[in-house]
Every structure is written in structure tokens, then in C-alpha cells.
């Protein structure tokens, strides 16, 4: 069985970071595409940030880049995002994935076929 479950969540005042964990079983995030996810009640899902397989590659999305980084650790099969100068627009849910395609110039909900439930982020004072 499938399965990615997200941790870290949480509320953090403006400029704070988190790190948000997602923990894979029934497969092997070292032969996946990885990706974040967010989503802020009532709109769709905006992809934060992506890594490719092998050699991997990232991308990023513009308002992240510089403050976000994506990560995977073979040895425990858990992604990362790591969230540095967090803004009130980070705010949202948080949802991990895997499966997809990736690419260097866009990040697209629908081509993933393994999602986590999500954690939420919270960034106020």
C-alpha cells in the first residue's frame, strides 16, 4: 500500500522557519518525483516546489525561491521542505507527492498520483 504522511506543521510568526516531513512507505521516494504542494481554503492546489529523480533537479516556485528548499533522504524514505523567512501568504495547507513528471518550468497537481493528507502552516504574529 502507498502511502505519504506529512508532519511538521504548525504556527510560526513572520520571518520564522519549519520544516515539514513526509514519510513514505509501500514505495521508494528514490525512484519517484517528488513535490510540495499548498493549498489555502477554497483554491486550488499551487505547487511550491518539485525534484526530479537521479541527478536531482529542483524547481521552485517564483515567491519560494531563496527561502524554500526541497530534500529527500534515501535512508529513512522521507522528504523534506525546509521554510525559511515564512510570510503570512505561506500560509495554507501543506500536501506531499510523488509519482509525477517533473519538470524545470511548471508544477501541475494533476500528474501526481500519490498524495499525503497534508499538515497545516499557519504564519502570523
Known amino acids: 500500500q ?45 505547487g511550491v516546489s518539485s525534484m526530479s529523480t537521479g541527478a536531482g533537479y529542483t524547481y521552485y516556485e517564483d515567491s519560494v525561491k531563496g527561502r524554500f528548499t526541497i530534500s529527500r533522504d534515501s535512508a529513512k524514505n522521507t522528504m523534506y521542505l525546509q521554510m525559511n523567512s515564512l510570510k503570512p501568504e505561506d500560509t495554507g495547507r501543506y500536501y506531499c507527492a510523488a ?20 499538515t497545516p502552516v499557519t504564519v502570523s504574529s
Open 2 to 46: 502507498f502511502q505519504l504522511v506529512e508532519s511538521g506543521g504548525g504556527l510560526v510568526q513572520p520571518g520564522g522557519s519549519l520544516r515539514l516531513s513526509c514519510a513514505a512507505s509501500g514505495f521508494s521516494l528514490d525512484e519517484s518525483v517528488i513535490a510540495w504542494f499548498r493549498q489555502v481554503s477554497g483554491k486550488e492546489y499551487e
Open 99 to 118: 509519482g509525477g513528471y517533473f519538470s524545470r518550468y511548471d508544477l501541475v497537481a494533476g500528474i501526481y498520483p500519490y498524495w499525503g493528507r497534508g
